[in-house]
């Protein structure tokens, strides 16, 4: 089992910047791959960003919508999970989940039924 606790929501402005946190607990994390997602009001949740891999500098994928202003890490030693959001917008307001996923392969990165562990989520407001 693996719990993860998401930290560093809060409202910004809109072109502002906040940096999300996913704490791990129960095991370690570098067997897993790991994703953040999100859900609007009303909204299915979607897919943000994944790292798939223990090494912090391999292939990342991220959502076509947030690409080029956020950044996922791990850091394998602290057990956690990060997600660098720059040049907010409206539309990024949502609540951001933390997923753990224990399978093999990439395939399913971006899919929510891929991942077995979910944190319970951190709103984020962005004022226009």
């Known amino acids: 089992q693996v719990q993860l606790v998401e930290s560093g929501g809060g409202l910004v402005q809109a072109g502002g910047s906040l940096r999300l946190s996913c704490a791990a607990s129960g095991r370690t994390i570098s067997t897993y791959r790991m994703g953040w997602f999100r859900q609007a009001p009303g909204k299915e949740r979607e897919f943000v960003a994944a790292t798939p891999w223990s090494s912090a500098s391999v292939n990342k994928y991220y959502a076509d919508s947030v690409k080029d202003r956020f950044t996922i890490s791990r850091d394998n030693a602290k057990n956690a999970v990060y997600l660098q959001m720059n040049s907010l917008k409206p539309e990024d307001a949502a609540v951001y989940y933390c997923?753990?996923?224990?399978?093999?392969?990439?395939?399913?990165?971006?899919?929510?039924?891929?991942?077995?562990?979910w944190g319970q989520g951190t709103q984020v407001s962005v004022s226009s």
């Open positions: 997923a753990a996923s224990g399978r093999f392969g990439t395939s399913g990165v971006r899919a929510v039924g891929w991942y077995d562990y």
